[in-house]
């Protein structure tokens, strides 16, 4: 009794040992999720060159050391600020105000593309939003940046790493950036 009783052990051993192997094997290539948890884009990182921009509307001038530290959303567009840019510039603000303390951490930047100064009205609806005239230095490093078709958001390391799409979902970037803040300790103080 004591053999039968050893390889029931041993069987029940090599059990416990081999099941959780066999259900990361079915979990990895049988049943995969289709969701993607993430609203925005992860685009490979591409760190921002040292470069400084003139400011805009009397602003001072803009430099790459300006944004490390912080996550930074960065919208670039026209100074020309149509219904798509309007939307977008609004989306970076509530989604900034809505991470409540840790919205220190997260810094505003709208890079003018052209030579249009943008509308002072629009800057005034604006608090605290930095506007600098970029040009093709950082352009290159933000994908679809000439068209005004995204938002970006640059990590406090310097890279840009996501973007966002235009119109931009005001809720999917907040669930974004709270989930950046709360599982990265960059751009604490």
């Given at each position: 009794?004591?053999?039968?009783s050893?390889?029931l052990?041993?069987?029940?051993?090599?059990?416990?040992?081999?099941?959780?192997?066999?259900?990361?094997?079915?979990?990895?290539?049988?049943?995969?999720?289709?969701?993607?948890?993430?609203?925005?884009?992860?685009?490979?990182?591409?760190?921002?060159?040292?470069?400084?921009?003139?400011?805009?509307?009397?602003?001072?001038?803009?430099?790459?050391?300006?944004?490390?530290?912080?996550?930074?959303?960065?919208?670039?567009g026209?100074?020309?600020?149509?219904?798509?840019?309007?939307?977008?510039?609004?989306?970076?603000?509530?989604?900034?105000?809505?991470?409540?303390?840790?919205?220190?951490?997260?810094?505003?930047?709208?890079?003018?593309?052209?030579?249009?100064?943008?509308?002072?009205?629009?800057?005034?609806?604006?608090?605290?939003?930095?506007?600098?005239r970029?040009?093709?230095?950082?352009?290159?490093?933000?994908?679809?940046?000439?068209?005004?078709?995204?938002?970006?958001?640059?990590?406090?390391?310097?890279?840009?790493?996501?973007?966002?799409?235009?119109?931009?979902?005001?809720?999917?970037?907040?669930?974004?950036?709270?989930?950046?803040?709360?599982?990265?300790?960059?751009?604490?103080?």
């Amino acid at each position: 009794m004591t053999q039968r009783s050893a390889k029931l052990t041993l069987a029940a051993l090599v059990l416990v040992c081999t099941l959780p192997v066999a259900a990361s094997y079915f979990a990895y290539y049988v049943w995969q999720p289709q969701g993607q948890v993430n609203y925005g884009e992860l685009i490979p990182p591409a760190p921002l060159p040292d470069a400084v921009f003139p400011g805009v509307a009397g602003q001072p001038p803009f430099g790459r050391e300006a944004v490390d530290g912080r996550w930074t959303l960065v919208y670039a567009g026209s100074g020309a600020c149509g219904a798509d840019c309007e939307r977008a510039l609004y989306a970076v603000r509530q989604s900034r105000l809505a991470q409540g303390k840790e919205m220190t951490r997260v810094a505003r930047l709208w890079l003018v593309t052209d030579n249009v100064d943008p509308p002072a009205a629009l800057l005034g609806r604006h608090d605290g939003l930095r506007v600098a005239r970029g040009n093709s230095p950082w352009l290159v490093r933000f994908p679809g940046a000439a068209r005004g078709v995204h938002v970006f958001l640059v990590d406090p390391l310097g890279n840009v790493m996501m973007r966002f799409p235009v119109p931009t979902d005001i809720k999917g970037v907040i669930k974004d950036l709270e989930r950046l803040l709360k599982y990265s300790g960059l751009g604490r103080g």
